[in-house]
């Protein structure tokens, strides 16, 4: 099928369709190790609103660790679904009003028509199609955990030890050759200045937020009648079950 093949074309741009992520220098990527930092980070991201933080989730200790692990999984955490959140949301405006001309199967069949909403369309995809989306997606997952091994020259230090926020591994490592990193391919960003890319990284930071309440909005005004009144008229009512992507398959 050709599903994971769209998938990887689109994965990148979507979200940089909002704001591209910083790849650069430690500076600019670093994790905010500490509450200070963080305090000092939310005032630069949102000034009116400032630190807030009532569930006192940065002293929580996850897993029995310290301060500085706590914080890099939840800076972490909170770019990657801000990501995934700016792809949703650009996919579901572009799935609402383009459709696919070519084939989406190796059988002939076509992407699902703009008829449907986009949590239709996923119900309408066959059972093999979005394992394999599934899988590709996992694997996107697994790789970006990676870590080097002691004593290695070479490698990304882990988020939750120090290493930068947000950062995906090259492939350059890969033994079968890649020619395109995941993000920035065509390494535009490489001249930036380490102002400029911090001021992206901020940024994309409130790009992730606005994209979580935009997505699911779409799906609240969705799947509960009128409780976005803006998208009364916008969007298609869905009975499924948004939570469940292989419901419509068992």
Same mark, same amino acid.
């Given at each position: 099928?050709?599903?994971?093949?769209?998938?990887?074309?689109?994965?990148?741009?979507?979200?940089?369709?909002?704001?591209?992520?910083?790849?650069? $220098?430690?500076?600019?990527? =670093?994790? %905010? +190790?500490? @509450?200070?930092?963080?305090? #000092?980070? &939310?005032?630069?991201?949102?000034? !009116?609103?400032?630190?807030?933080?009532?569930?006192?989730?940065?002293?929580?200790?996850?897993?029995?660790?310290?301060?500085?692990? $706590?914080?890099?999984?939840? =800076?972490? %955490? +909170?770019? @990657?679904?801000?990501?995934? #959140?700016? &792809?949703?949301?650009?996919?579901? !405006?572009?799935?609402?009003?383009?459709?696919?001309?070519?084939?989406?199967?190796?059988?002939?069949?076509?992407?699902?028509?703009?008829?449907?909403?986009?949590?239709?369309?996923?119900?309408?995809?066959?059972?093999?199609?979005?394992?394999?989306?599934?899988?590709?997606?996992?694997?996107?997952?697994?790789?970006?955990?990676?870590?080097?091994?002691?004593?290695?020259?070479?490698?990304?230090?882990?988020?939750?030890?120090?290493?930068?926020?947000?950062?995906?591994?090259?492939?350059?490592?890969?033994?079968?050759?890649?020619?395109?990193?995941?993000?920035?391919?065509?390494?535009?960003?490489?001249?930036?200045?380490?102002?400029?890319?911090?001021?992206?990284?901020?940024?994309?930071?409130?790009?992730?937020?606005?994209?979580?309440?935009?997505?699911?909005?779409?799906?609240?005004?969705?799947?509960?009648?009128?409780?976005?009144?803006?998208?009364?008229?916008?969007?298609?009512?869905?009975?499924?079950?948004?939570?469940?992507?292989?419901?419509?398959?068992?």
């Amino acid at each position: 099928m050709k599903t994971v093949a769209i998938l990887a074309s689109i994965m990148a741009p979507a979200a940089m369709a909002f704001t591209a992520p910083s790849q650069g $220098t430690r500076v600019e990527s =670093r994790l %905010a +190790e500490s @509450k200070s930092d963080l305090e #000092a980070l &939310a005032k630069g991201l949102n000034p !009116v609103v400032g630190y807030y933080e009532p569930l006192g989730l940065t002293d929580a200790g996850f897993w029995g660790k310290d301060q500085e692990f $706590t914080i890099g999984w939840l =800076r972490q %955490a +909170e770019v @990657k679904h801000g990501r995934v #959140a700016m &792809a949703a949301f650009v996919g579901y !405006v572009v799935q609402s009003n383009f459709h696919w001309p070519w084939a989406m199967t190796l059988g002939g069949d076509s992407f699902p028509a703009m008829d449907l909403s986009p949590p239709e369309q996923w119900d309408a995809l066959p059972f093999a199609a979005k394992l394999q989306i599934i899988a590709f997606v996992g694997f996107l997952e697994w790789y970006s955990e990676l870590t080097p091994a002691k004593g290695a020259t070479g490698g990304q230090v882990h988020y939750t030890k120090g290493g930068p926020v947000g950062k995906y591994p090259t492939f350059d490592s890969i033994p079968h050759g890649v020619p395109f990193n995941l993000y920035d391919p065509f390494n535009f960003s490489g001249g930036m200045s380490d102002e400029t890319k911090e001021k992206r990284l901020r940024a994309e930071i409130n790009n992730g937020r606005l994209a979580m309440l935009g997505i699911f909005g779409f799906l609240s005004a969705q799947t509960i009648p009128g409780s976005v009144p803006t998208l009364v008229d916008i969007v298609k009512p869905y009975t499924g079950e948004v939570m469940s992507p292989f419901e419509a398959n068992f």
